[in-house]
């Protein structure tokens, strides 16, 4: 679905997704799990139209800077061509378009999910290759400054950075954000300890607060918003961290990293190294149509 | 630090470090920033016998299953000699040991801050070699069973595990444990949505909850238990998550896996994959000797 949608710049072109794998797979892109087996169903509801429009924003993605390369490496055509998959072919495709010109480029891209920021975490000897790779560390800590909303500009050091639109925020930015009954138990706890708590220290309030919690992080794929959340944010002298996480209308990163990268829909990604200043920003003529059935 | 320290093997030597750049690294593992520029009081002390030893305990681990590798990839050697480095070199240190007999092998590791499993995040094509790498996942979830303290088998996806020691507490752990100010200010305000606090919630008082919170994921170096986490745990129907995290004797995990590792102090890694059974554990026998100097 993410690919197909990867495809699509057109505001005519509906896409609609069928979840092949409901036993494994949330499909939250998809129609509803119980169209699966029943497709003529849901062709039928088409048919009749009924249904309505439902336009999912993406997020637009402008680079400039020096040495950026907006030379996107197409992830999910590695994955489905690997095998007769060659350099010519990555050659004939996207030409080094190294720029000399820094301006902003409008990269071709529009984020369905969300824009992930950070280090590249590839590491280790290839054994079958004979190759070791040029870069080791497998968990390197990004650093980058962050400037939300045309706000003042803040040096940031953390496991990388989420941008995410209503849709996205059901996916890895849910992840990373939501807490866990055992988190908000001990600090209930605390809490209590302090004498600061009413209410009895059941199950039940502590899974109903985890989940307004959680669910707070959800909001609707239309909404002309995005979610910016920093991954493990790493707080000390010189780093700090304002925000961990907030909805924004624009988010700027100037990358400070040595071997980064933007990683679209976990499909596309583009190198982001020191002196790169991307801007993150949604535009509603974006937006891709998908529907909605009537129940 | 973690270099030298991943060279002991031996109780009876000492490792101690000094801090060479303070203004960016924290050094939790040398000797307090004072000596940094004042070495020769740490050396009176040392030859005055003005200090304690401390045991900093360390994680041992053992490895069994199908198809593992127990050879184990430096990446420390691989950033120290990366220009001279060659495959006849790797060869040489690390003969290729894929073993037939499954029992359990100690690894030849100890682990002074944590050891991490999760997928390989290697991804990308390589620009400057002309050859694309073959696995491109930016971010792929790890599947594995985990078992902590002989208690049952527990099907998992996640951005990981990281199972750590007191001296790890500090560590890459924190980071992933450590609850933001806004997090809690927005979980107190929940409860006192339902009429629950009984506090005004002003900053002083979320700030101490936080703190309290925080300063609970720190235990002594001495300590010979282990704090395992689960990073970004992924809940559904086929995977369960009942604890996060918590404190442990023994934790045992089964991959299923496609390609992963298990990473020592971020610095040597072991393939992990499908079919693979790890050990974790401290033995006492294991603790790397440094000292407390005398205030």
Request: hydrophobic share 25%; no cysteine.
């Given at each position: 679905m993410l690919l197909a949608a990867s495809k699509v710049f057109d505001r005519c072109k509906p896409v609609i997704g069928v979840n092949t794998d409901p036993e494994r797979s949330e499909g939250h892109l998809c129609l509803p799990v119980r169209y699966t087996h029943s497709f003529p169903d849901a062709l039928q509801k088409l048919y009749r139209g009924e249904f309505r429009w439902q336009w999912r924003q993406r997020i637009r993605l402008y680079l400039e800077g020096t040495g950026i390369n907006p030379t996107p490496v197409d992830l999910h055509e590695q994955q489905l061509s690997q095998e007769q998959h060659s350099w010519a072919h990555i050659n004939g495709r996207f030409q080094d378009q190294r720029s000399e010109i820094s301006g902003p480029h409008l990269l071709p891209v529009r984020a369905l999910n969300e824009v992930f920021i950070g280090e590249s975490l590839s590491s280790r000897v290839n054994y079958k290759s004979c190759k070791p790779s040029f870069k080791?560390?497998?968990?390197?800590a990004s650093y980058y400054e962050i400037s939300v909303?045309?706000?003042?500009?803040?040096k940031q050091k953390s496991s990388g950075l989420n941008v995410c639109t209503g849709t996205g925020s059901k996916a890895w930015s849910y992840n990373i954000n939501k807490v866990a009954n055992q988190a908000v138990e001990e600090i209930l706890k605390i809490v209590k300890k302090h004498g600061s708590l009413n209410l009895p220290l059941n199950r039940e309030f502590i899974q109903k607060v985890t989940n307004?919690?959680?669910?707070?992080?959800?909001?609707?794929?239309?909404?002309?918003k995005m979610f910016f959340s920093i991954r493990e944010p790493i707080v000390n002298r010189v780093f700090s961290s304002s925000r961990q996480r907030g909805f924004s209308s624009k988010v700027c990163v100037r990358s400070r990293c040595w071997d980064a990268c933007m990683v679209v829909d976990g499909g596309t990604s583009f190198e982001f190294n020191d002196g790169a200043v991307a801007s993150i920003l949604i535009d509603t003529e974006d937006a891709l149509r998908t529907v909605?059935?009537?129940d």
């Open positions: 080791f560390s497998l968990h390197r909303d045309d706000g003042p500009w803040e307004e919690y959680n669910d707070s992080l959800l909001y609707s794929p239309e909404e002309p909605l059935l009537e």
